[in-house]
């Protein structure tokens, strides 16, 4: 008899350069992959260099397949509140735009059930200095970047996770 598989689930995170949070991502165990995009925007098919101008709306998102038999959705929040500053508005360090800015993109309304009462408790817990202003809006069409940006910090590295 087989053993029965247990389904991906999806989430996905906006937390300044797409490069770092996806590799820190990628290190959870639980993961099966990621890839890096675009959400939040208006512009159909949107390249980097549009993302760029700040004009399209989008942030640069990972997207995280997971197993949530072993890892869940709230795992991945904490991770998401470890690996940047949500108290930075549109930018994360010397990245400044609103392609940067924090935000949890919930795709359905368990995750943002979730992702709220989680940005309520890093910000009942006053686990930062300034005030938090991590966004949530729900999950859209996902664009995927350019293959050079999937994965960068492996390849640059030459490394695998």
Known sequence: MADKETAMAIAYFAAGCFWGVETAFRKVDGVRSTSVGYMGGTQSDPTYEDVCTGTTGHAETVR??????TVGY?????VFWKVHDPTQGDRQGPDIGSQYRSMLFPVDFGQTLLASA??????????FARP???????AGHF???????????????GTGI
């Not at 938090?132 to 729900?138: F, L, M």
């Open 132 to 138: 938090v202003t991590t966004g949530i809006d729900d």
């Open 64 to 69: 995280v397949e997971f197993d949530p038999d």
């Open 118 to 127: 989680s940005r309520e408790r890093v910000v009942r817990e006053a686990r």
């Open 143 to 157: 664009w995927l970047a350019e293959d050079y940006h999937q994965q960068y910090e492996e390849k640059r590295r």
């Open 74 to 78: 709230e795992d991945l929040l904490e």
